[in-house]
T-cell receptor, first 113, second 115 residues
Framework: DAGVTQSPTHLIKTRGQHVTLRCSPI?????VSWYQQVLGQGPQFIFQ???????GRGNFPDRFSARQFPNYSSELNVNALLLGDSALYLC????????????FGQGTRLTVV | AQTVTQSQPEMSVQEAETVTLSCTYD???????LFWYKQPPSRQMILVIR??????QNATENRFSVNFQKAAKSFSLKISDSQLGDTAMYFC????????????FGTGTRLTIIP
């Protein structure tokens, strides 16, 4: 079975541009969460979506948005990119009904120049 | 807000030895979950072990075990018979019991197993 897949794996953008990152959860998983991991730090929670609805939001500016599609895949959008948005963006999926185990993808490395 | 602290930025140990990674956390909740995740150079976060706060018994998974001290808010990871493949970043993480599945991570410990 395929694990959590994220695309693209690497991305270089210019300051001020917009970026869309994509995530496909494990088959059967209905919850998707997004994390930002800046170099040398632990991941920081950005969003959680379950059944296409936002369930949680971390302390990130409105430039960050996300959505979940009927097939439970998800997109993370970041507008007006700043140099400080350079990071590894991780997606995690989990099966609902209280199962706490989150399965992570390999992430998208975003570099803003 | 919950916080997770890992006070050991780096550790190294000889292959086959035992190593303990430290983690403390702060929360006002009584029911929650604690995790240790491993992140090798491939970047993918892999769950190593999980502990439910309502369980007094420490979790074990093969060579990995935890020492969970709820009153002290301490959650250390012990790796026995360490192997070269254990070389990675290790993150301690907290999840509350509110169903939003938000993980709060520490800053990580870089563990190197020396042949």
């Amino acid at each position: 079975d395929a694990g959590v897949t994220q695309s693209p794996t690497h991305l270089i953008k210019t300051r001020g541009q917009h970026v869309t990152l994509r995530c496909s959860p494990i088959s059967g998983h209905k919850s998707v969460s997004w994390y930002q991991q800046v170099l040398g730090q632990g991941p920081q929670f950005i969003f959680q979506y379950y059944e296409k609805e936002e369930r949680g939001r971390g302390n990130f500016p409105d430039r960050f948005s996300a959505r979940q599609f009927p097939n439970y895949s998800s997109e993370l959008n970041v507008n007006a990119l700043l140099l400080g948005d350079s990071a590894l963006y991780l997606c995690a999926s989990s099966f609902p009904t209280g199962d706490t185990e989150a399965f992570f993808g390999q992430g998208t490395r975003l570099t803003v120049v | 807000a919950q916080t997770v602290t890992q006070s050991q930025p780096e550790m190294s140990v000889q292959e086959a030895e035992t190593v303990t990674l430290s983690c403390t956390y702060d929360t006002s909740e009584n029911n929650y979950y604690l995790f240790w995740y491993k992140q090798p150079p491939s970047r993918q976060m892999i769950l190593v072990i999980r502990q439910e706060a309502y369980k007094q018994q420490n979790a074990t998974e093969n060579r990995f075990s935890v020492n969970f001290q709820k009153a002290a808010k301490s959650f250390s990871l012990k790796i026995s018979d360490s192997q070269l493949g254990d070389t990675a970043m290790y993150f301690c993480a907290f999840m509350d019991n509110f169903g939003n599945e938000k993980l709060t991570f520490g800053t990580g410990t870089r563990l190197t197993i020396i042949p």
